[in-house]
T-cell receptor, first 115, second 114 residues
Framework: EPEVTQTPSHQVTQMGQEVILRCVPI?????FYWYRQILGQKVEFLVS????????KSEIFDDQFSVERPDGSNFTLKIRSTKLEDSAMYFC?????????????FGPGTRLTVL | AQTVTQSQPEMSVQEAETVTLSCTYD???????LFWYKQPPSRQMILVIR??????QNATENRFSVNFQKAAKSFSLKISDSQLGDAAMYFC???????????FGKGTKLTVNP
């Protein structure tokens, strides 16, 4: 069964450094998402992406964040200058038809640790 | 703003018995959707069950069913004949018509005892 994959599973970085988190959505999906979960807190929506542009974003998704679909398979989240409070689990998700009715398929997550 | 509350951080159940996980939500919209996601240890979240707010009938998926009380804004998940593989974090989530984002509760960790 097709799955969303994410790399790396764990990323450690120094404060102020740029990080790129990578996701490979399910191949025929058209809608892509990033969520994050700070330890002990709720899973929070960051951004949704459709037709090569951001369709919705949260207040968390400020100028330090960007998303890109550089080719037909990858979907990336870039954090330009990481802060300590960016330490979290980052989940990518995808769906094949118009949300919110339809299921979002989640990846296993990337644990980001900012030192 | 939408909020989702899961008041049970942890629950446990004996194998083959029934357990109910609670969830309440708040939304000002009339068009919304409710979901239960399961996250086994070190695995991705998978959808367990979905309920459209406009449907009065409670959704069921095999051993999983919901009790959707729209007036009370309550959406509990019942797991019947619990199995060891049901052990996981369970997240309740809500999304509004016209929006793509899922709003999650904090999750309930379910332990299944043999």
């Amino acid at each position: 069964e097709p799955e969303v994959t994410q790399t790396p599973s764990h990323q450690v970085t120094q404060m102020g450094q740029e990080v790129i988190l990578r996701c490979v959505p399910i191949s025929n999906h058209l809608y892509f998402y990033w969520y994050r979960q700070i330890l002990g807190q709720k899973v929070e929506f960051l951004v949704s992406f459709y037709n090569n542009e951001i369709s919705e974003k949260s207040e968390i998704f400020d100028d330090q964040f960007s998303v890109e679909r550089p080719d037909g398979s990858n979907f990336t989240l870039k954090i330009r200058s990481t802060k300590l409070e960016d330490s979290a689990m980052y989940f990518c998700a995808s769906s094949d038809s118009s949300p919110p009715r339809d299921e979002q398929f989640f990846g296993p997550g990337t644990r980001l640790t900012v030192l | 703003a939408q909020t989702v509350t899961q008041s049970q951080p942890e629950m446990s159940v004996q194998e083959a018995e029934t357990v109910t996980l609670s969830c309440t939500y708040d939304t000002s919209e009339s068009d919304y959707y409710l979901f239960w996601y399961k996250q086994p240890p070190s695995r991705q979240m998978i959808l367990v069950i979905r309920q459209e707010a406009y449907k009065q009938q409670n959704a069921t998926e095999n051993r999983f069913s919901v009790n959707f009380q729209k007036a009370a804004k309550s959406f509990s998940l019942k797991i019947s004949d619990s199995q060891l593989g049901d052990a996981a974090m369970y997240f309740c989530a809500c999304t509004q018509g016209g929006s793509e984002k899922l709003v999650f509760g904090k999750g309930t960790k379910l332990t299944v005892n043999p």
